[in-house]
């Protein structure tokens, strides 16, 4: 890459701000400061470079570096990945005792002469051209006119998650039209409770925001609440312990619909279930609608109560199944186009062939891709997609997966892997067994069905095998130390 002194560089310092700005609304949802929090340590913080692996940004002086190197670094690498679509390095350079540009090249020839202690070169920043196309995400709450609740950390009210951006194909098809039909006709008979299930990353969450967009449009008066099934228990939690669980009970009893994200995280808590089994009934009686989704059917949460189960399965059930090519591509081209990218169909077809899993590995590799071109200031092309790919099958590959969790588990025990997949039952054996499901289905999130494929087991037994690490955990500390600890040790690789 050619190197431009900072007076000579061909880049466009607007789209560099752009980017920061964007960021900026983002940290301060992340860091939840006041205007005046944010203005006095990121009020003068300017992004002035920016290259494939590396932001470069201007602090006034050397106090204000200290902080942000200390103190919010991580959150600002967060939020330049949520807008860039990869990571970047974030080195911030103090003008307080020289100027921004001979502080960068030092600063550059060092990382130089780290990388290739041998070989001096001169230091490199990349030449950028027109990045017009780069377009800037808009996220609200405030979408439509009806009143919407989105309780406590549930995600943002993305405004691309709408019906007409769902993309349909022989694998989701069921759960659009389902969700598309209480959207027009709220508390039919057939769609209440609707059910959705399926893996992560295949369209749960947006079928549901779509719901919400919908419905605020066409009624305006309804009061509509979404939350995540964790943030549900959390705030019953925080109710009972301020004494306020009136006020929770009125808050969730009283809504015209209720949009559960999530709800497999109830199952197991009994206070959590028995206030949610009284708010159910409620707005059933009231026929109110109920939309829920899950990540399994309502016949695997085996920690779920059973009439809780049996209202959950009274109304329609559909699940999403992972999309096939045809449909990826589909999707590829739908988000390249809210993206506001030109992607050419070779390269669509190549990413489609090869990144299988879900729907928000596809978008990451669209983000990727047009964050390469932005930078590097050329159209989006074939060499950029390979390098998407590749970092998506890289994260992969360093992710936790069942194999690594099964050799961790195996060396932690001594106990060989073909024993864990084994039908041996000697106590050591099984206790491997059920801690291997465990984790698996913690850090995973596997379906029980896969897991059970992998250990030569039904989805039952796997079930059985969880829920019996389940209970140790409640009865012993000393046993969940152990399993923490674990899990602490497969997530850092150690």
Known sequence: MDYYPPDERKNDVTNENEIWEMAKVNLQKQLGFSEISMNLWFGSMVLKVLTE????????????????????????KKVMAEILGFEVKIVPISIEKD???????????KENEQKEPYEKKAPETPAVSDKSYLTREIISNEEGTGTVTISRTSPNFLPEYTFDNFVVGNSNKTAYTSARTVA???????????????????????????????????HPDFNIIFVKGEDFMNELIEALANKTPVAFREKYRNADMLIVDDIQFIAGKASVQEEFFHTFDKLYESGKQIVLSSDRPPKDMHQLEERLRSRFESGFISDIQAPDLELRVAILKRKAQNLGINVPNDVLMYLGENIKDNVR????????????????????????????VNDVLTNMANAVTPAKIMSFVSSKYGIPEEDIRSSKRSKD?????????????????????????????????????????????????AFENTINEMIREIKSGT
């Open 429 to 477: 054996i099984a206790n491997a067994r059920h801690i291997t499901v465990y984790l698996i289905r913690k850090l995973v999130d596997m379906p029980l069905a896969s897991i059970g494929k992998l250990l030569n087991r039904d989805h039952t037994t796997i079930m059985s095998s969880v829920e019996n690490v389940e209970k140790q955990l409640k009865v012993s500390p």
């Open 184 to 218: 027009e006709d709220p508390a039919g008979p057939e769609f209440n409770p609707l059910f959705l299930h399926g893996d992560p990353g295949l369209g749960k969450t947006h079928l549901l925001y779509a719901i919400t967009r919908e419905l605020t449009a066409k």
């Open 99 to 109: 100027s921004f540009e001979a502080k960068l090249a030092e600063v550059i020839t």
């Open 53 to 76: 692996d590396t932001a470069y940004f201007q602090i006034e002086n050397d106090f204000k570096q200290n902080i942000i190197n200390t103190r919010y670094l991580d959150d600002i």
């Open 361 to 388: 590995q596809i978008e990451g590799a669209l983000k990727k891709m047009r964050a390469l071109a932005y930078i590097q200031g050329e159209e989006i092309n074939m060499s950029h997609a390979k390098t998407a």
